[in-house]
């Protein structure tokens, strides 16, 4: 559990990535009571600095002793190095918000969207799992609807940002966009096939069922964090060639009959929720107008006519922000609010 402190000597494993990047001036940004910062990443890393407050802060290696002092580790050096390193941050003290998908499915760990479920971060036992971006948006649209109308169904496709696989597609994007522009030959290095100007229904890993692993975190982690098994999820994920923000088509299912106008009351008044739905002007969320922001943004939103009691709705969040970082910064946030 968090000690109450004025300030908290916080931490960045993974510090150079795009979602550490993000994490620092995230905690920047909203002014976290921050007595130190200090900023892991790998070995390729070492002698470089990065900037926190105005002022150049090395990056370090990590070893057993690291993490001693340190009240707040923010992980996103991917489940590998959390699987090694999080236990032994733990150990020394220091509470965990782990970005990768190590820790997430274990019954032992909450995994938390603050808008839906802060309450579970009562229960941590020193690490507490932050969800994938992809589920990050969705659940937070999800969970006010299904507190005024039980979801039995959720069908959504996904629209995901390069910037979601890390600071080597964007860079690929770039490269692949300036090689065609220039008519000259493509490398495909980060994803199986060019990125530039396609769209690839690939995210992760297949496995055995014909899903991917990005699809089936979709579902299980959506199931964890409503605290509902009975909500069924199916997903495609869908890799776009835009730089950042994650945009999603849902398609949802109730129990009982809930009007559109009804759903917009209900986002109006949600946390972290902007109803941006003025179809009569051609205004609906899109991913270069919500990059950089914070909340998730949902348009689009009309009656599901094949079905009873169905709504359909586009739904678009930065990935890097509320899907990452963000999420991550607002869980240390609750962690101070209950400190003792
Ligand atoms: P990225 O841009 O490739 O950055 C990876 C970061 O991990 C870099 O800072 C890298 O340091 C660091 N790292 C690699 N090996 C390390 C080691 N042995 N010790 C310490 N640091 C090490 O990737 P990213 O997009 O930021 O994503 C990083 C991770 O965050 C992902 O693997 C995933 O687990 C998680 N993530 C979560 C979400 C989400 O949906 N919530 C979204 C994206 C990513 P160097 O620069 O020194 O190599
Ligand atoms: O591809 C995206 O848009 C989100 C990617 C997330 C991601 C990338 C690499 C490893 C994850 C994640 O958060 O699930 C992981 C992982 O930790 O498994």
């Not at 396609?198 to 991917?212: A, Q, R």
């Not at 890799?239 to 129990?255: A, C, Q, W, Y």
């Not at 969320?285 to 586009?314: C, F, H, Q, T």
Request: hydrophobic share 40%.
């Amino acid at each position: 559990m968090l000690k109450k402190k004025e300030k908290y000597v916080v931490a960045v494993v993974g510090a150079t990535g795009a979602v550490g990047n993000e994490m620092i001036a995230t905690l920047e940004g909203r002014k976290f009571p921050i007595e130190k910062i200090r900023l892991f990443a790998s070995e390729k890393s070492e002698g470089k600095t990065l900037q926190f407050m105005g002022e150049d802060i090395a990056v370090e290696t990590l070893n057993e002793n690291s993490f001693k002092g340190i009240d707040i580790a923010l992980f996103s050096a991917g489940a590998e190095r959390s699987k090694i390193w999080a236990p032994i941050a733990a150990n020394s003290n220091c509470v965990v918000i782990d970005n990768s998908s190590q820790w997430r499915m274990d019954p032992e760990i909450p995994l938390v969207v603050p808008e839906v479920n802060a309450h579970d971060l009562k229960w941590h036992k020193g690490i507490i799992a932050n969800p994938n971006c992809s589920t990050i948006q969705m659940v937070v649209v999800l969970k006010p609807i299904h507190d005024a109308a039980k979801i039995r169904r959720v069908v959504v496709t996904t629209f995901q940002a390069v910037s979601g696989t890390g600071m080597k597609a964007m860079d690929e994007l770039l490269q692949q966009t300036t090689a065609l522009l220039n008519f000259k030959e493509v490398k495909c290095n980060v994803y199986p096939h060019q990125i530039a100007f396609n769209v690839l229904p690939h995210i992760d890993k297949f496995l055995e069922n014909g899903y991917t692993k990005e699809e089936m975190k979709m579902v299980n982690e959506t199931k964890k964090i409503m605290g509902d098994d009975s909500i069924r999820v199916t997903a495609t994920t869908v890799r776009v060639p835009v730089f950042r923000g994650h945009s999603e088509s849902l398609n949802i299912e109730t129990d009982k009959k809930i009007t559109p106008q009804e759903v917009r009351e209900i986002l109006e008044k949600s946390p972290g929720i902007t109803v941006f739905d003025v179809v009569e002007k051609n205004l609906y969320p899109l991913p270069l107008d919500v990059a950089g922001k914070d909340d998730v943004y949902v348009g689009r939103i009309r009656n599901d006519e094949s079905i009873e009691n169905g709504i359909n709705m586009w739904i678009v969040s930065d990935n890097l922000r509320k899907g990452a970082a963000l999420n991550a910064v607002q869980i240390a946030e609750e962690l101070v609010k209950m400190a003792n």
